[in-house]
């Protein structure tokens, strides 16, 4: 078992900056890769982000390519999302998640992830 925290999420103004953390415990030897979901009201929750844990490779969504950066450290078992150029429509909840096997699919799909965290909230104003 992985177990994942999410935090970093809040209230930000249109245009505005939020870095969002997940720290992973456990059986973390058997991530493969970490990635970045996220689920706003009455939608479907959509992939974000994913990076390989050891080789740091990393895959977007279009609609935050240029926008969000992913990142791990892996000496604190912790991956990051740094949100920038925040619009409303990015507003979500946002999860992180772990996969033990490289993804099928091209985004990833979430089903492809085997633990997940709680969710941190996030609201961009306009």
């Known amino acids: 078992q992985v177990q994942l925290v999410e935090s970093g999420g809040g209230l930000v103004q249109a245009g505005g900056s939020l870095r969002l953390s997940c720290a992973a415990s456990?059986?973390?030897?058997?991530?493969?890769?970490m990635g970045w979901f996220r689920q706003a009201p009455g939608k479907e929750r959509e992939f974000v982000a994913t990076?390989?844990?050891?080789?740091?490779?990393?895959y977007y969504a279009d609609a935050v390519k240029g926008r969000f950066t992913i990142s791990r450290d892996k000496a604190k078992n912790t991956m990051y999302l740094q949100l920038s150029s925040l619009k409303p429509e990015d507003t979500a909840d946002y999860y992180c998640?772990?996969?033990?096997?490289?993804?099928?699919?091209?985004?990833?799909?979430?089903?492809?992830?085997?633990?997940w965290g709680q969710g941190t909230q996030v609201t961009v104003s306009s």
């Open positions: 456990g059986r973390t030897f058997s991530i493969y890769a």
């Open positions: 998640a772990v996969a033990r096997i490289s993804s099928t699919y091209v985004p990833p799909t979430a089903r492809e992830y085997d633990y």
């Open positions: 990076i390989t844990w050891n080789g740091g490779n990393t």
